[in-house]
């Protein structure tokens, strides 16, 4: 582990790294005893939210939320899985589910220690709405929520990263970018944030195996946030 | 009272309705051991905010966080009050007293009681770190902390009080503003929302009668955050 004294800030990824979206909507589908593979239903509603992204980012859709990505692709995936008895209130509510994604185990003990320390915060590309009720309904003790929404641009967009910088008032090798997936992780390094990576094994459910191996260019490699806490205070 | 069953957020003024920046800063000056009238010194710094505030909304002053317009009136004050011996290091500490202003004795228990029904959220002039600092030196347990930041726009702006609603997710007229001061309430109504003053008449010390009359435009009135907790319940 590399020297990381002067971290001030700890800016968190949110789905799979604090809550876990895909056993989330699983238990939602089968709450609803929609008769689907729950499974496979998760994992395509889940992949369609990068190439949805990525045309916001290309410009070829314009800047929405999430909320409204999610609904674009459960439509879609409603016509896919032959699910056509939903009312429009009913699908409503199924796709606020990505509003009452449960943490992980180590969640809530984790983020409430490093609060003690640091200055905790989300860096999402999830809205602002869609944070604050994730926050409400598992008690994540923020102390600063970000969205892709106050920077008008979504990760990996150096806009995200920095704006916490800026708006934080700290510098950028003072943040610490806690998150399940190398790719963000590699977009904070590149505009100067330290970065942990977290396992989060079963973040695919357990039908795929989801590799949670070391990249030596983090600074911080944990297999949960209370190893985290572990390590940041070593 | 009218009826307010639709609310959905509640949105706090933070300066003398959430935190009682006089005495805090006459704390503070005791406790450096400054030989002023400390009283008034802090009625000064405080007046001297709304001038400096309308040099920014009327374009003479680049739009610039209140840290940094706090700090221009210190050296103003400290000229005045011929205290010229401070180093760059207490006067930079005596500037972020703004960030640790204590909360009036209602406050924490009634926002915590606020919180288990509503979204609680800042919607502050304050930047957002000394939000965030606020919120961490005292436990203030926002769902979310709007800052003028999050608009390019200081209260009483109509793009702060629509930006929250827009942000939120919610139409104007579900959120309650919740402040000490009644420009404020007028400038939120005239955006939709509902409006609750909050009695604060020792927000200027205890030298000046601070009028805290009802005004009828207002949709509630309450004593302190505990009766807003009362009178919204009932």
Redesign the interface.
């Known amino acids: 582990m590399k020297n990381l004294n002067n971290i001030k800030v700890l800016a968190f990824d949110i789905f799979g790294t604090v809550v876990d979206w895909h056993s989330s909507i699983v238990a939602e589908l089968n709450r609803m005893k929609i008769q689907v593979d729950a499974n496979q239903f998760a994992l395509d509603w889940r992949a369609g939210y990068r190439p949805a992204m990525d045309k916001t980012l290309t410009g070829e859709m314009n800047c929405v939320s999430v909320?409204v990505i999610h609904r674009l692709i459960l439509e879609e995936l409603l016509i896919k899985y032959n699910i056509l008895h939903l009312s429009e209130k009913q699908k409503s509510d199924l796709n606020l589910i990505w509003h009452r994604l449960c943490p992980w185990a180590d969640t809530v003990q984790g983020l409430n220690k490093l609060k003690d320390k640091y200055?905790i915060c989300t860096l999402s590309n999830g809205?602002?709405?869609l944070l604050?009720d994730l926050?409400?309904y598992s008690n994540l003790p923020w102390?600063?929520?970000f969205s892709a929404?106050?920077f008008y641009a979504y990760k990996p967009s150096p806009k995200t990263y920095l704006g916490v910088a800026e708006?934080?008032?700290v510098k950028p090798n003072e943040i610490l970018m806690v998150a399940a997936h190398h790719s963000d992780l590699a977009a904070a390094r590149s505009c100067g944030l330290r970065t942990a990576y977290i396992e989060r094994p079963l973040e695919l459910g357990t039908t795929i195996k989801n590799n949670v191996s070391p990249c030596i260019d983090n600074d911080l490699h944990a297999s949960d946030l209370l190893d985290l806490v572990d390590k940041l205070s070593k």
Do not use: C, S
Request: no cysteine; hydrophobic share 45%; aromatic share 6%.
């Open positions: 909320d200055i809205n602002i709405r604050v926050a409400k102390d600063y929520i929404e106050n708006l934080l008032d």
